[in-house]
């Protein structure tokens, strides 16, 4: 599925549940914000744990710039390599604990996580992402 989203930037959803997840997001949005340019951020909110068994997470959704040079490849592994160094480990996934998750949803218009894209957690601050960007246009 392809979205109105320049070719130069890629969306990238954000979130933590963790006990510090406040902390966590700040911190990723910040090293976005420094990471890539241009940068634009939704506000950040809070939504249920999509399976309900884990602690409420805090996202915010990420639009990003990516030199056309750069592939997909090396921005997934950038975000990955950010995850790790604030201690995202394999074992996450059945504690339920996330300390920080940072997903490419969108790469140049083309949506790469079907799932994501349509569940609420990604929605709310995607469409607050894509209300900037229209307003740019004008």
């Not at 068994?53 to 915010?60: M, Q, S, T, V, W």
Request: charged share 25%; net charge neutral.
């Amino acid at each position: 599925m392809r979205v109105d989203l320049p070719d130069t930037m890629c969306i990238v959803g954000v979130g933590s549940n963790s006990p510090d997840r406040a902390i966590r997001v700040a911190e990723a949005i910040g090293w976005l914000g420094r990471t890539f340019y241009p940068a634009l951020f939704s506000p950040v909110y809070s939504t249920p744990e999509w399976s309900g068994r884990f602690p409420e997470y805090l996202n915010a959704v990420a639009a990003v710039g990516v030199a056309p040079y750069v592939g997909f490849d090396e921005v997934n592994a950038s975000l990955k390599l950010y995850e790790r160094r604030c201690g995202r480990v394999p074992s996450d996934k059945t504690t339920g604990i996330v300390p920080v998750d940072l997903d490419i949803v969108v790469w140049r218009g083309e949506v790469c996580r079907e799932t994501e894209f349509q569940r609420p957690y990604f929605s709310e601050g995607y469409n607050m992402v894509v209300k900037q960007l229209v307003s740019m246009k004008k």
